[in-house]
T-cell receptor, first 113, second 111 residues
Framework: NAGVTQTPKFRVLKTGQSMTLLCAQD?????MYWYRQDPGMGLRLIHY???????AKGEVPDGYNVSRLKKQNFLLGLESAAPSQTSVYFC????????????FGSGTRLTVV | RKEVEQDPGPFNVPEGATVAFNCTYS??????FFWYRQDCRKEPKLLMS???SGNEDGRFTAQLNRASQYISLLIRDSKLSDSATYLC????????????FGKGTRLSVIA
């Protein structure tokens, strides 16, 4: 089992460019999440999904969009990248009950110049 | 009051020492609790779940105090490899709400 796989692992964007981060999980998990982590800020939830075809806003959703067309994939899009979106992005998934923790992907390091 | 609060540290301890971290949570209806470990520039990884009766995994012991709304992590016989940031995680409401992460406590174990 690969668990949670994030692509790409690193990316440098110019301000105003767009990109999509892909998260794929092979554990048949219902719930998937996108977080960003900045120094001193901890993990902040961007968007999440409680099942195929559903999405919901987290703590810091502005400037991002998401889609969950297939259960195993959760895409995070940046339509017009800004330097403030320079961060490490983590995807996570969880099975359907509250008693289970998350499994995280290894992260995407994004720099917007 | 923040939902999940942790002392950011750093805690600098010698090898072999015992160290304890506490974490407080604000929602008395919280259902499930976890400790995660995060190494520098890596993803968080589940260290252990925290059960009402307390639980132990080798050198690690986790406890929950619902009355005072805190959970603790005790590490005995610290190893250099225990150096990391430890995240306290709480599920504030049962069901499909996202877990709430503390900002973490940094531990450095020194030779």
């Amino acid at each position: 089992n690969a668990g949670v796989t994030q692509t790409p692992k690193f990316r440098v964007l110019k301000t105003g460019q767009s990109m999509t981060l892909l998260c794929a999980q092979d554990m048949n998990h219902e719930y998937m999440y996108w977080y960003r982590q900045d120094p001193g800020m901890g993990l902040r939830l961007i968007h999440y999904s409680v099942g195929e075809g559903t999405t919901a806003k987290g703590e810091v959703p502005d400037g991002y969009n998401v889609s969950r067309l297939k259960k195993q994939n959760f895409l995070l899009g940046l339509e017009s990248a800004a330097p403030s979106q320079t961060s490490v992005y983590f995807c996570a998934s969880r099975a359907g009950t509250a008693n289970y923790g998350y499994t995280f992907g290894s992260g995407t390091r994004l720099t917007v110049v | 009051r923040k939902e999940v609060e942790q002392d950011p540290g750093p805690f600098n301890v010698p090898e072999g020492a015992t160290v304890a971290f506490n974490c407080t949570y604000s929602n008395s209806a919280s259902q499930s609790f976890f400790w995660y470990r995060q190494d520098c520039r890596k993803e968080p990884k589940l260290l252990m779940s925290v059960y009402s009766s307390g639980n132990e995994d080798g050198r690690f012991t986790a406890q929950l105090n619902r009355a005072s709304q805190y959970i603790s992590l005790l590490i005995r016989d610290s190893k250099l490899s225990d150096s990391a940031t430890y995240l306290c995680v709480v599920n504030t409401i049962s069901g499909n709400t996202p877990l709430v992460f503390g900002k973490g406590t940094r531990l450095s174990v020194i030779a």
